[in-house]
Each structure stands twice: as C-alpha cells, then as structure tokens.
C-alpha cells in the first residue's frame, strides 16, 4: 500500500471519529419519568423504592473551565411524578463535605454557591422555561426564562411560586429532594414531553457542569440546548391556585457590597 493512500485513510478515520464525538454530544437526550401512586415525604434521603427504580439525567459535560470533556464529579437527577407532584432527587458528589456557600438568601445567585439547578420548558416552544434551584445548604430559587434563554436578560428570579425541597450533606455529596406541584406551573393539558436541563456549579472543584452538552460561548439557559422529559401517561389539566404568602418586612437597609448585577448570575 503506498504511503499515500494509507495517510489518506488515517485522514478519514480520523475525520469519522471527530464527527462522531461532535454528534455524541450533540445529540438529544432525554429522560423517561415514570409515574408513582404513593405520598413522598421529603427528607432528601431518596431511599424509598421507587427512586431506586428511577430514571436519571446523568453523565454531565463541563461548561467550565472546558465544553469538550465530562464532569470531574459525579451528578444525578432522578425524576418521577404523581398525579399532582414532580418529585426530583439529585446526588451531587465532591471533593469533600466542605461544600461552598456565599449566601442563605433565597434566589441566591448560582455562581457563588455549590447548587444544582433544573429547568423545564414545559410548552416546548423553545421560548420560555421555568427553572427551580437548591444551594448545598437547602436555600431555594426560582426562576423565568423567557426570549429562548439566549442572553442574561431574559432570566428573572422576580416569580415565585410555592414548591418544596429538602437538602441533606454528606462527607462526599449533598443530596436534595425537590417536590414541585403541578399546579404552581403551567402546561399543555395532555402533556407527555417536556424540554429539559439541568446544570451544577461545583465551587470546590471550580467546575460548572451541564446534563446536555452546551457550548462554552453559550449560557447553561439557553433552551436551543435541551434535552427532554417523557412522562410515562400524559399530564392532567394545569389548575393554578391562588396561595396568600404572609410577609412582613420592617427593616430598610442597603447592602453597598453586593453587585446589583449579581442576582441576574445564572
């Protein structure tokens, strides 16, 4: 075989394995929920039967520092439903149990606290998503995305909604579980796939991660990039209540510290 035809053929097995680790990591994901028929009570231990049988969105890719390889620790988000509930339990590994914290303040910004959040673009109208977010230590967020998660204007933690999470650590992990209503989102009635994301920001490993593989010039919001839920039966109606939240605040302060862009960090 001359020398040329044998460079010919490395050239294109070469091209060949590139186009397949671009593909690889492109492709769709998606995830089956299976639908349960019991009460869960959040504990954030995931014990319970049925989220030993789950279906996880795992094997994350880096955002950061590099989009081209996988998470240097392990994440794992489990979902099952109800009949009014989502319920999501997630295993977040790390380095060790001093997991990083830079607020207990509810809508923390991302990039400051070992967390894990979730978004679901329920009309799969690549437009708008709502996302929820659990800190290492338990504190919640929530979240709109609106004009398709492109650019850091179209993500707000103005809405809230009521929904509940628990948030254990551990030597190795903080494990959260997460119920949100149906009731406290809106979706087609007949749902049976939502699109879906989910992505970590790792402070102990100075790694942010994300379940589809994004690019790094890219925002981990960006709904051109999700992958999909597939409920096991299709959703009933969305009912939306009317919930009164009692809050009273007689403290006036001003915090000249803080970066009012902060709270928009993804």
């Given at each position: 075989m001359k020398s040329s035809d044998l460079n010919q053929k490395i050239l294109a097995l070469f091209l060949l394995f590139v186009a397949y680790s671009v593909s690889s990591q492109t492709l769709d994901r998606s995830v089956f929920v299976k639908k349960i028929n019991q009460e869960v009570f959040l504990d954030g231990k995931l014990e319970e039967a049925?989220?030993?049988?789950?279906?996880?969105?795992?094997?994350?890719?880096?955002?950061?520092?590099?989009?081209?390889?996988?998470?240097?620790?392990?994440?794992?988000?489990?979902?099952?439903y109800s009949d009014t509930h989502l319920y999501i339990g997630i295993e977040a590994y790390g380095v060790d149990e001093n997991f990083i914290v830079s607020s207990l303040k509810r809508d923390f910004s991302a990039r400051t606290n070992d967390n894990v959040t979730v978004l679901f673009d329920t009309f799969r109208d690549g437009q708008n998503a709502f996302l929820f977010g659990v800190s290492a230590y338990g504190v919640q967020r929530e979240g709109l995305i609106s004009e398709r998660g492109a650019a850091i204007n179209g993500f707000s933690l103005t809405w809230d909604t009521k929904w509940q999470s628990e948030c254990v650590r551990h030597k190795d992990r903080f494990v959260i579980e997460m119920a949100i209503p149906f009731s406290s989102i809106k979706y087609p009635e007949g749902s049976k796939k939502w699109g879906f994301q989910t992505?970590?920001?790792?402070?102990q490993s100075n790694e942010r991660s994300i379940w589809t593989n994004v690019d790094q010039n890219q925002i981990p919001i960006n709904i051109g990039y999700y992958g999909s839920l597939i409920f096991e039966a299709p959703l009933a109606k969305s009912k939306t209540p009317i919930y009164l939240i009692p809050y009273v605040n007689g403290i006036v302060s001003t915090d000249f510290n803080e970066d009012p862009t902060s709270q928009k960090l993804v």
């Open positions: 049925f989220w030993q049988e789950a279906n996880s969105a795992d094997n994350f890719w880096q955002l950061f520092p590099t989009d081209s390889l996988k998470s240097t620790n392990k994440t794992e988000v489990k979902l099952v992505y970590r920001y790792d402070l």
